[in-house]
């Protein structure tokens, strides 16, 4: 008599429930049929494990996960809610992200997508500012918001990277964002680069008019990331940014519940998602991080270029601009932050891309204009007015000398 029980984890006739959670698997699986690796999905991600068990609980049927839809190399699992903790998502990872990956009954396998039910929805704060928050505090009601990193990314001390700074918030970069690997090194210590970077705030919000804000990377050790907030919230700076992959769930959660308490924004780099999410056969969509970001509550959010330096088709770009945008049980809307390669020859494809409620971030595309950071961020103002009167780039660029210079050096280059 076998010992396995992966067929009671399979019911092509089951019906979901409105509350239970939906993951999307594409499997590949290893010397046995799709339904019996679905089956071994279903149950390792839920309750089972290889073997028949001696004890079991009343409730566990009520716990299976099932294999309810099974198309080509796709098979559709529902789990009943009461399988995951309220509001803990490293737990809902451990369970449809876990052992299932190490199985050897599967080659391969990607999840592809995670249908949330507002049941589940409900127990996460989502963005505190969102879209509309940060529009109001950044007094910036309709143009797509622009923000720069300094390069190269790490490698200034204090006084350089305030240098930077300065010449790009006054060439009219909205938001100054730290590179995702710049956080407190012995040559740039943390606690002295906000200090310098938000009286260079001071004084060009001063001298220009114009709302700033410093996207600080506060990646670090959880307990650290909490004294950084402190000291961000105490200059009055209304942003943060980190590296949630790198640190992990657990900690984007406590970030999240401390932004609340301090009117902080969190801005989200997703740097080490590449690891898991480029392969078209195995590992977990960025649909799936980018939906848990905003359960989380992220305010910004990576998404690609489709036109870039990063890998990310349009198609991808547009779905996850939607994953952040689109109506998700009345949470408030992330702002997606387009990234990767971008400057200001490409603002026409990125506003055709995004529309308007949209963050265009452009490092080297700021930095690289032959005239330097300040031309740079005005050459990508200037291009996101042109683009936005609906002018083709070149001939709104025979009014604005640092768009003239950037558009001869990079025209509308799509890096590689
Ligand atoms: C862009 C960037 C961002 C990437 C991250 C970089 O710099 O600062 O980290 O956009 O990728 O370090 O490459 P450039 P994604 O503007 O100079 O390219 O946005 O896809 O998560
Ligand atoms: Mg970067």
């Given amino acids: 008599m076998s010992f396995e029980w992966y067929d009671e984890f399979v019911d092509l006739d089951h019906e979901p429930d409105k509350d239970d959670l939906v993951c999307i698997f594409r499997i590949e699986p290893d010397g046995i049929s799709l339904e019996e690796a679905a089956g071994r999905v279903a149950?390792?991600?839920?309750?089972?494990?290889?073997?028949?068990?001696?004890?079991?609980?009343?409730?566990?049927?009520?716990?299976?996960?099932?294999?309810?839809?099974?198309?080509?190399?796709?098979?559709?699992?529902?789990?009943?809610?009461?399988?995951?903790?309220?509001?803990?998502?490293?737990?809902?990872?451990?369970?449809?992200?876990?052992?299932?990956?190490?199985?050897?009954?599967?080659k391969k396998l990607r999840l592809e997508d995670v249908i949330i039910p507002e049941k589940y929805a409900r127990r996460f704060p989502g963005p505190a500012y969102g879209i509309e928050g940060v529009r109001k505090f950044m007094g910036i009601k309709k143009r797509p918001l622009t923000a720069t990193v300094p390069k190269p990314k790490v490698g200034f001390n204090a006084d350089e990277y305030a240098k930077i700074a300065e010449e790009s918030l006054r060439g009219g970069i909205d938001l100054l964002k730290d590179d995702e690997n710049l956080t407190s090194q012995s040559f740039i210590r943390f606690e002295k680069r906000l200090e310098k970077v938000m009286k260079v705030i001071e004084r060009v919000e001063h001298e220009t008019g114009e709302h700033k804000s410093y996207m600080v990377n506060i990646t670090a050790e959880t307990e650290e990331m909490k004294r950084r907030m402190e000291a961000v919230a105490d200059y009055g700076n209304k942003y943060v940014m980190v590296d949630i992959i790198t640190s992990g769930w657990s900690s984007l959660q406590t970030i999240r519940n401390m932004a609340g308490d301090l009117g902080l924004a969190i801005h989200a780099h997703r740097a080490m998602h590449g690891a898991f999410t480029k392969l078209p056969d195995h590992g977990i969509s960025i649909k799936v991080i980018t939906k848990l970001s905003r359960l989380a509550g992220v305010d910004n959010m990576h998404v690609g270029t489709g036109v870039g330096k990063m890998s990310g088709k349009t198609e991808e770009v547009t779905e996850l601009a939607g994953i952040c945008r689109d109506d998700m049980f009345g949470l408030k809307r992330v702002f997606p932050v387009s990234s990767g390669g971008l400057h200001p020859g490409l603002v026409p494809d990125i506003i055709t891309l995004f529309g308007t409620d949209v963050i265009i971030q452009a490092g080297g595309g700021i930095h690289g204009h032959p005239s330097g950071s300040e031309a740079g961020a005005r050459a990508l103002r200037q291009a996101i007015d042109v683009a936005l009167e609906g002018i083709p780039l070149e001939d709104g660029a025979k009014n604005y000398r640092e768009l003239s210079l950037a558009l001869k050096k990079w025209g509308t280059a799509r890096p590689k």
């Fill in 43 to 106: 149950s390792e991600s839920s309750v089972g494990t290889w073997t028949t068990l001696s004890t079991l609980p009343e409730r566990i049927d009520s716990l299976k996960a099932r294999v309810f839809e099974i198309q080509e190399n796709t098979a559709k699992i529902s789990y009943p809610l009461e399988l995951f903790e309220e509001g803990n998502i490293p737990q809902l990872l451990s369970s449809i992200a876990g052992n299932v990956f190490g199985m050897k009954a599967l």
